[in-house]
């Protein structure tokens, strides 16, 4: 896992440099489509290792050893050209070169999704809604919200290893990002942030037993490192809006039956996708409700 996403990071790191801050800019129209467009294919790459860890990761399947994909039924090694993102999917009109068993719509969906998710980041940092410094870290994020929600989905697990490494990841990214700007106080805030956001989930805990698990408190401290770096405002509305989607997905499933009222309904997703409101969001909604109560 590591390894991939370091050569990405280094891919985009050359990308940035070439460019230079002042030229990935909104008007900067030439730049900011190439960028997208480099940034997008390569999210999908990276999105279909994303459904390698997303199925062996729970499984207790090592993603280094088979080191090539394999189909789940036949057991038969993918190819090269059949494991193209996307594209190989609906070029095997989704069903297994070999035994011919349906290939589910959730791969390619989750490389576009990874693609798409990479393409908002780097529009993000090109439109200004973050320093560019931060574009390793919130790419880092953005493949592992993927990974998180899905898993916590599937199985209703946000587990230790893969949350605990991307911490420390996280850590050093936002001290990287720190470094770049000369922001220093913001990582200080990230880590009250993180605090702070973990013991308000480990609080809901008590008052609301089987509500929020302690992967969900592990998850809020790598939400709040992320959401404190940016600001307060962007803390606030990440950590608010993750509610608001909480209630909506849980009205869906219990609409569609397919979770009860008494359980089985995963809050991971929720915190990413409002997570992700804060970071792209945030600012704009916190000085939009401001005005509108006349605070600001």
């Known amino acids: 896992m590591a390894p991939v996403f370091a050569t990405s990071f280094r891919v985009l790191a050359v990308s940035v440099q070439s460019v230079g801050e002042s030229t990935l800019a909104y008007g900067d129209t030439v730049t900011t489509v190439v960028a997208a467009v480099v940034t997008f294919v390569l999210g999908c790459v990276i999105g279909s290792f994303l459904n390698v860890v997303i199925w062996r990761v729970p499984n207790h399947i090592s993603l280094v050893n088979p080191k090539r994909s394999f189909c789940p039924n036949c057991k038969a090694q993918i190819v090269w050209y059949d494991n193209i993102p996307i594209i190989s999917w609906l070029v095997l009109r989704a069903k297994c070169r070999h035994c011919h068993q349906p290939i589910s719509g959730r791969y390619p969906a989750v490389e576009l999704l990874g693609g798409l998710a990479a393409l908002a980041v780097v529009l993000g940092g090109a439109w200004h809604a973050y320093p560019l410094w931060m574009l390793p870290d919130l790419l880092f994020f953005a493949w592992l919200s993927i990974v998180v929600a899905f898993i916590d989905f599937d199985f209703h697990k946000i587990l230790n290893v893969i949350i605990y490494p991307s911490i420390i990841v996280t850590l050093l990214l936002l001290v990287l990002a720190s470094w770049g700007t000369g922001l220093w106080p913001a990582l200080g805030r990230a880590a009250i942030a993180g605090v702070v956001l973990a013991l308000f989930y480990l609080l809901l805990g008590f008052l609301w037993p089987g509500g929020m698990g302690m992967g969900d408190v592990k998850l809020a401290v790598l939400i709040g490192l992320n959401l404190g770096w940016l ?64 605070l600001a």
């Open 231 to 294: 600001g307060w405002q962007q803390l606030i509305v990440g950590g608010f809006a993750a509610f608001i989607i909480g209630g909506a997905i849980s009205g869906i499933l219990l609409a569609t039956k397919r979770v009860t009222i008494h359980g089985g309904i995963p809050f991971g997703p929720s915190m990413v996708i409002g997570a992700w409101i804060g970071i792209l969001f945030g600012m704009p909604i916190a000085q939009a409700y401001l005005q509108t109560v006349g």
